[in-house]
């Protein structure tokens, strides 16, 4: 069956710092790959999909991911944070039908 | 459009009481989710709707029952509310094969 593992369920960056969230994934067959954020008492947005095209995806706010074959990895990065970027990320797998979710990550942002 | 609503945003329940949350999508979507999340669980699916009048189980269904009647609506039944049933409860819908799913804002149940 499919899985997600997200390293760190918090990190703190500074603003101005680079962000680094870790997503690891297992799937049997070629996987599309999502990353979400969720901010404060709202839903889930999408914020980038890997769907077997480009291996380097870019997103909203100036985020991206690279998708890893050889290290299972779709780990999300952004060169610069800034305050509004605060909020829990989502990592999630195709699995036939649906999504499967990891634990989140949650990101702070300090001054 | 107004995308993927969610009714009620809160509710408070006593153990025993049921209720039923009510998921709607304008986007003519063939599928559709829920889920709840909880601290450091993150998202787990309860029940899912890969058309209208079809329903399947995910991860955690026990307690739950679903409907879809009509392919914009998808309903979530809590027959016989626990306290472990407390949770954010979320929506979501999508096309078929494009596994990019769309969130509704989220209803907040408090089981006392």
């Known amino acids: 069956a499919q899985s997600v593992t997200q390293l760190g369920s918090h990190v703190s960056v500074s603003e101005g710092a680079l962000v680094l969230l870790r997503c690891n994934y297992s799937?049997?067959?070629?996987?599309?790959l999502f990353w979400y954020v969720q901010y404060p008492n709202q839903g889930l947005q999408l914020l980038l999909k890997?769907?077997?095209?480009?291996?380097l995806v870019k997103g909203i706010n100036g985020f991206e991911a690279e998708f890893k074959k050889s290290e299972t990895s779709f780990h999300l990065t952004k060169p610069s944070a800034h305050m509004s970027d605060a909020a829990e990320y989502f990592c999630?797998?195709?699995?036939?039908?649906?999504?499967?979710f990891g634990t989140g990550t949650r990101l702070q942002v300090f001054p | 459009n107004a995308g993927v609503t969610q009714t009620p945003k809160f509710r408070v329940l006593k153990t025993g009481q049921s209720m039923t949350l009510l998921c709607a999508q304008d986007?003519?979507?063939?599928?559709m989710y829920w889920y709840r999340q909880d601290p450091g669980m993150g998202l787990r699916l309860i029940h899912y709707?890969?058309?209208?009048?079809?329903?399947a189980k995910g991860e955690v269904p026990d307690g739950y029952n679903v409907s879809r009647l009509k392919k914009q609506n998808f309903l979530l039944g809590l027959e016989s509310a626990a306290p472990s049933q407390t949770s954010v409860y979320f929506c979501?819908?999508?096309?078929?094969?494009?596994?990019?799913?769309?969130f509704g804002p989220g209803t907040r149940l408090t089981v006392t």
């Open positions: 979501a819908s999508s096309y078929k094969g494009s596994y990019e799913q769309y």
């Open positions: 799937s049997s067959v070629p996987p599309y």
């Open positions: 890997y769907t077997s095209a480009a291996t």
């Open positions: 999630a797998v195709s699995d036939p039908d649906k999504l499967i």
């Open positions: 986007m003519n979507h063939e599928y």
């Open positions: 709707s890969v058309g209208e009048g079809t329903t």
